[in-house]
């Protein structure tokens, strides 16, 4: 009985690897040949509401903000996706409106991309428009005094260096603004 095992075990683990091929196949190599949707940008275009236009790139000033938010490591504490848990969509949501989870069509721009893996600090996906200049920089200067209990370290020389500021704010308030489902029509940037 015991040799049988034995003898089926190479060929187990065989068909398991091939299984993982295949799994994996399927859930990275098909999606994006099936859908080419995700490599263009996110169309926010609504002819009912009259709303026109499409994910735009960076400006310069944004992607400067985006360069201090990665050399910052930002990114390592904070993610950029909604995922497809309630708990997400609530937490990243605006004024009672629950956030649309992320789609591959939001971060066309985005090289590389910041999702992160870490939520260390709350998900910055939906942020844009949620605080205005004087929060950002009262944040940036002391994260505790805006939100008790907070282990973001304070970053003063950002918030002292106008330029790099007002670019990491630029960039910061792009985050989640492709979509239009915010309430009152909250979405341009």
Not at 9 to 27: N, R, Y
Not at 55 to 78: A, D, F, I, M, S
Not at 85 to 98: E, F, I, N, Q, Y
């Amino acid at each position: 009985m015991l040799r049988k095992a034995d003898y089926s075990a190479p060929i187990f683990v065989a068909a398991a690897l091939f299984m993982f091929f295949v799994g994996g196949l399927l859930t990275t190599v098909v999606p994006p040949i099936v859908d080419k949707s995700w490599a263009r940008p996110f169309d926010n275009s609504d002819p009912a509401k009259g709303v026109t236009g499409k994910l735009q790139p960076y400006t310069e000033q944004q992607l400067k903000g985006r360069n201090v938010y990665v050399r910052e490591g930002c990114w390592y504490c904070h993610t950029q996706q909604t995922r497809t848990l309630l708990a997400d969509t609530k937490r990243s949501g605006w004024r009672g409106v629950d956030a649309p989870v992320s789609t591959p069509d939001e971060f066309v721009y985005d090289s590389p991309h910041l999702f992160g893996t870490k939520r260390t600090g709350p998900d910055l996906s939906r942020v844009g428009g949620k605080y205005d200049e004087q929060w950002h920089r009262a944040h940036f200067r002391n994260p505790r005094d805006l939100v008790p209990g907070s282990i973001m370290p304070p970053y003063p020389w950002i918030a002292d260096n106008e330029e790099e500021f007002q670019a990491v704010v630029a960039y910061l308030q792009t985050l989640g603004r492709a979509k239009n489902w915010r309430p009152d029509n909250d979405y341009e940037r």
